[in-house]
């Protein structure tokens, strides 16, 4: 596999730290949870929250969609609920990637249920080739046309997660 520097460490910190004085400035005193997807976001998560000049909770919640290939296998499963109530709660969805929009949607879908009295998106990556769900993304990090990308986070049949910096990877 060709892996190829797309996002440098540099330039994800500076985007990252944009986003907190966003997020901040918009939530100001009303204490959201942020909710990361599990596993992909942990990185972007870890370094959001404390970047963030808020108050504010954590939960997480796990979406499993890909198996071992680089294609969506349409199938999404839940197989972790947030903690912590949401009834009421401005509640912020954090995610590494938007790809087709399948995972957000169902978890939008799911923590509907819990009548929240906001649920917003906010992704490091929105990358838009492949997406078939119409997806309303309230902050995004960096959009994306198309590419298969790894690290800070991304995996590729679980590998290349801890990497610092987002790459590009071709067969
Ligand atoms: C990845 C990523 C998103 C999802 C995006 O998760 O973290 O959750 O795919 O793709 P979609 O928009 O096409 O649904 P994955 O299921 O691979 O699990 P991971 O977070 O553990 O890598």
Redesign the pocket.
């Given at each position: 596999m060709k892996k190829t520097l797309f996002i440098s460490r540099d330039a994800i910190a500076q985007r990252v730290a944009e986003l907190a004085r966003e997020i901040a400035r918009d939530y100001g005193q009303d204490k959201p949870i942020l909710i990361g997807?599990?596993?992909?976001?942990v990185f972007f998560f870890a370094d959001l929250v404390r970047a963030l000049d808020l108050p504010c909770e954590i939960d997480f919640v796990?979406?499993?969609?890909?198996g071992m290939s680089m294609d969506?296998s349409g199938c999404?499963r839940l197989t972790k609920e947030p903690e912590i109530p949401l009834e009421g709660r401005r509640v912020l969805l954090v995610?590494?990637?938007?790809?087709?929009?399948?995972?957000?949607?169902?978890l939008i879908e799911t923590l509907r249920h819990q009548n929240p009295q906001e649920l917003k998106i906010c992704v490091l990556i929105d990358?838009l080739e492949?997406?078939?769900?119409e997806?309303p993304i309230d902050y995004y990090g960096f959009r994306v046309e198309e590419g298969f990308l790894v690290g800070y986070?991304?995996?590729y049949a679980?590998q290349y997660?801890q990497l610092p910096e987002i790459f590009t990877l071709e067969p």
């Amino acid at each position: 596999m060709k892996k190829t520097l797309f996002i440098s460490r540099d330039a994800i910190a500076q985007r990252v730290a944009e986003l907190a004085r966003e997020i901040a400035r918009d939530y100001g005193q009303d204490k959201p949870i942020l909710i990361g997807v599990l596993n992909g976001s942990v990185f972007f998560f870890a370094d959001l929250v404390r970047a963030l000049d808020l108050p504010c909770e954590i939960d997480f919640v796990r979406a499993a969609s890909y198996g071992m290939s680089m294609d969506s296998s349409g199938c999404i499963r839940l197989t972790k609920e947030p903690e912590i109530p949401l009834e009421g709660r401005r509640v912020l969805l954090v995610e590494d990637i938007v790809d087709t929009g399948q995972t957000i949607s169902l978890l939008i879908e799911t923590l509907r249920h819990q009548n929240p009295q906001e649920l917003k998106i906010c992704v490091l990556i929105d990358k838009l080739e492949r997406r078939t769900q119409e997806v309303p993304i309230d902050y995004y990090g960096f959009r994306v046309e198309e590419g298969f990308l790894v690290g800070y986070g991304l995996d590729y049949a679980e590998q290349y997660r801890q990497l610092p910096e987002i790459f590009t990877l071709e067969p």
